[in-house]
């Protein structure tokens, strides 16, 4: 079973304006993180937010951690075309033996 | 400071055959990690090596093993390989690895199995 889900599945906007996209997870966690895959390409790590932080900054990411509601969100403001990826949430990585810790992602596409 | 390295980046594969991947971690990173994505099943966690040891281990068959050598550079192994096998592998590396991990993704090796 995943521990992440991504939400939506799909998400198209226009250049400038905001984008979000949710994760939800079933157990306790220590941290979640938050990354971004270009085409067929490798992870790029975004963003890690630790259980004990409800909130988290890096330049046009801003991350949300609810751990009440076992969820979390990532807003990307005034989008680029570049930032048209994959965007998937991960939680304690290492610690789910057998078990896929990452969802299948939101899909962005940033149309310019 | 270096990425994660994976080598090759891409690899075309005879059904039956084996094949061996290479992943060097950042310098100083001591867990690598490998995960499988495919399009149905999204990523799956193969394993991970810590100090030269495997410490985690996914719900996969024995014909993929790794090891980890005391550089902490890593090696995946994939033997009598399946149409199935074809997936996008990817390495992470971190500092201690576990629950505080803080995870670095490699470009990844597109395997395709025909």
């Known amino acids: 079973s995943q521990q992440g889900e991504e939400d939506p599945q799909a998400l198209s906007i226009q250049e400038g304006e905001n984008a979000t996209m949710n994760c939800s997870y079933k157990?306790?966690?220590?941290?979640l993180q938050w990354y971004r895959q270009n085409s067929g390409r490798g992870l790029v790590h975004l963003i890690l937010?630790?259980?004990?932080?409800r909130e988290k900054h890096s330049g046009r990411l801003r991350v949300t951690l609810d751990t009440s509601k076992k969820s979390s969100s990532l807003l990307i403001t005034a989008s680029r075309a570049a930032d048209t990826a994959s965007y998937f949430c991960?939680?304690?990585?290492?610690?789910?033996?057998?078990?896929?810790?990452f969802g299948d992602g939101t899909t962005l596409t940033v149309k310019p | 400071k270096a990425g994660v390295t994976q080598t090759p980046r891409y690899l075309i594969k005879t059904r039956g055959q084996q094949v061996t991947l290479s992943c060097s971690p950042i310098?100083?990173?001591?867990?690598v990690s490998w995960y499988q994505q495919t399009p149905g099943q999204g990523l799956q966690f193969l394993f991970e090596?810590?100090?030269?040891?495997?410490?985690n281990k996914g719900n996969f068959p024995g014909r993929f093993s790794g090891r980890q050598f005391s550089n902490s550079r890593s090696e995946m192994n994939v033997s009598t390989l399946e149409l199935g096998d074809s997936a996008l592998y990817l390495c992470?590396?971190?500092?201690?690895?576990?629950?505080?991990?803080?995870?670095?993704f490699g470009q990844g090796t597109r395997l395709t199995v025909v």
């Open positions: 992470a590396s971190s500092l201690v690895g576990g629950e505080v991990g803080e995870a670095f």
């Open positions: 157990t306790s966690i220590n941290n």
């Open positions: 937010i630790r259980s004990n932080e």
């Open positions: 991960a939680t304690d990585p290492f610690t789910n033996a057998g078990k896929s810790t």
């Open positions: 310098s100083g990173h001591r867990s």
């Open positions: 090596y810590f100090s030269e040891t495997q410490r």
